[in-house]
């Protein structure tokens, strides 16, 4: 394949930037009410801002070390391609089952598989908008089945950006689900993960969570950039025999980093802004079959695994020696937080896709995937199935109370972790049921430690800090009022004191800062109203001085106003 690189230094468009215009209804323009967000990290550094440990830096991944935990998790490379991890977990029966594009069937009969055929526990399409800004097409399934004990899980999820022709319109936004799953075009990467045991055979009886990410590169046979429009213009697809354009799913980089910073950031007409900030040169220079390192937030390269775990749990080990069986302690997989999604529409009857099978992807629609999808991922979080457990009609899990483990946190209050409980929380029929009887999730819950602060807790914690911090250890999971006021130093630091450092243009380059995902950082300061959750317009975006806002809300609990800690630390 002839490429062409991208000259040095070309400004890009992000695709956070991107994606955060669309959900938000805009050009991420601020309204006259609110104001951009605190300016962190420089051109140089803004990779280290977000989506890193606070030791990133001197506990550095690097392309070997993604090699190394891959080969702990994957010895012998038999998953390195998408296709023969599919087969293994049992969602296809044979490679060439699998449709790289185009619209698949889901099936959750035992033994159904054929050509175009995806056989799960349950499938689930939304639009991550609290975090990353993706649409997440997402299927999960167990072996021998998610009622048994000790069952191994696997879920993947395949990520597309919103089409630009979504920008400004939330239902165009909303559609954009639909087409996702109706077309299957234009995948970012397929992530998956396993709960199961180590694959070099040591403890069959001992589950942990594995983590693969697969690069989606689709054949062109040529590319060149177009500077005066910075857009991306391809040649002419390269196809299979079959008619199928060409697409590789692998754990490595496409051939060059011009092509992928053509297709996966998808460089558009908007300038960024500044203009070198979202635009950092990669800190490792990307090299062709290396393993994929993805660049979520547009602010650089980071390696896997590390930046998936900041929020799925684990803990990157010290001078990245990764356990020999690719064990790492507190890596979970995430529980689906209708919050802080936006779903698709019915189109049952007249599908935006031609010639594609129309379908319901409301939230209304979901709920029974939602919840079994959800039921699925509380196992790998350590509780347990009913012990008589079956299968109610509508596929769901039931049969009495599930086994939800406690332990001690810091502060000494004996309880479920954050995220076992928020999960029962959100199917309890009553309080403290845990039958997971309920068939809606109820996203006000709000957790026995946190009655005291409801407030606080859903529009604040559960909006910016509960995805991630739920699925961290106890120590850190933010379970209760207590531990969350335990940690003020660290909110003063990393959520106030960049503010104060923006402010003043005392921008350091490596400064840390939380929320930690910069869609939600943005989201947290620029004026979104916690009680609509995601709107961001002028009827409802709130100037960090307002009241109602996240900052005001957050600053006020720890008895400071809009603008006194700052005045205090300058």
């Known amino acids: 394949m002839a490429t062409t690189k991208s000259p040095a230094g070309r400004s890009r468009l992000t ?107 349950a499938h689930i399409i939304i639009l991550n908008a609290a975090d990353l800004g993706f649409i997440r097409n997402q299927y999960i399934r167990c072996k021998p089945d998610c009622k048994t004990k000790y069952a191994s899980i696997y879920t993947y999820l395949e990520n597309y950006p919103v089409p630009e022709n979504a920008v400004g319109n939330i239902a165009l936004t909303q559609q954009a689900v639909n087409v996702a799953l109706e077309r299957r075009a234009g995948r970012i990467a397929d992530v998956a993960f396993e709960w199961a045991p180590a694959a070099n055979g040591t403890s069959p009886t001992a589950l942990f969570g594995q983590l693969y990410s697969f690069v989606v590169h689709a054949y062109f046979d040529s590319y060149t950039p177009d500077q005066a429009n910075r857009k991306c213009i391809n040649g002419s697809p390269i196809y299979n025999p079959d008619g199928t354009q060409k697409i590789d799913e692998l754990l490595t980089w496409p051939n060059d980093q011009a092509f992928w910073d053509c297709n996966f950031k998808l460089a558009r007409a908007l300038p960024p802004s500044p203009p070198d ?64 999604a936006i779903f698709g529409v019915d189109d049952t009857g007249a599908p ?107 529009k604040v914690v559960a909006p910016s800090c509960r995805s991630c911090h739920m699925n961290r250890e106890q120590s850190l999971d933010l379970g209760t009022l207590a531990q969350f006021d335990s940690n003020k130093g660290n909110v003063e630091q990393l959520v106030f004191q960049p503010e104060c450092d923006s402010n003043n243009h005392e921008v350091k380059g490596t400064v840390q800062v939380m929320p930690l995902a910069k869609l939600t950082w943005d989201r947290f300061w620029n004026g979104v109203d916690p009680a609509t959750k995601l709107a961001f317009d002028a009827a409802h975006s709130l100037a960090p001085s307002d009241p109602n806002s996240q900052p005001y809300l957050l600053k006020q609990h720890f008895g400071y106003t809009a603008t006194s800690y700052c005045a205090h630390r300058h």
């Open 15 to 121: 695709l956070l930037k991107a994606s955060a215009a669309i959900i938000f209804g805009g050009s991420m323009a601020m309204t006259a009410v609110s104001q951009p967000p605190p300016i962190v990290g420089t051109a140089t550094n803004s990779q280290h801002s977000f989506l890193t440990f606070p030791n990133y830096l001197a506990n550095k991944e690097t392309p070997q070390t993604a090699q190394a935990y891959y080969a702990a998790v994957n010895p012998g490379g038999s998953k390195v391609d998408f296709r023969d991890w599919l087969v293994n977990a049992g969602f296809i029966r044979q490679r060439s089952d699998w449709r790289s594009t185009g619209q698949q069937i889901y099936t959750t009969v035992a033994g159904d598989y054929g050509p175009n055929k995806v056989n799960a526990f």
């Open 277 to 340: 900030f979202l635009a950092p040169v990669p800190e490792i220079p990307v090299v062709s079959g290396d393993y994929f390192a993805p660049e979520l937030d547009a602010l650089g390269t980071k390696q896997h695994p590390g930046v998936c775990f900041i929020c799925h749990g684990g803990n990157v080990p010290g001078n990245v020696a990764w356990p020999t069986n690719g064990n790492v302690k507190e890596f979970r997989m995430l529980p689906a937080d209708v919050g802080n």
């Open 352 to 458: 935006l896709v031609p010639g594609a099978l129309g379908s319901s992807l409301t939230q209304a629609a979901q709920e029974v995937e939602l919840k079994k999808y959800n039921q699925t991922i509380v196992i790998t979080q350590g509780a347990t199935p009913p012990k008589n457990a079956v299968f109610a009609p509508n596929g769901t899990i039931a049969g009495g109370n599930w086994t939800v483990p406690q332990s001690r946190d810091d502060q000494g209050t004996l309880r479920p972790s954050h995220g076992v409980e928020v999960i029962f929380g959100w199917y309890a029929g009553v309080a403290g049921d845990k039958s997971m009887s309920a068939s809606v999730q109820n996203h006000d819950f709000v957790p026995v430690g946190w009655q005291s602060a409801p407030d606080l807790y859903l």
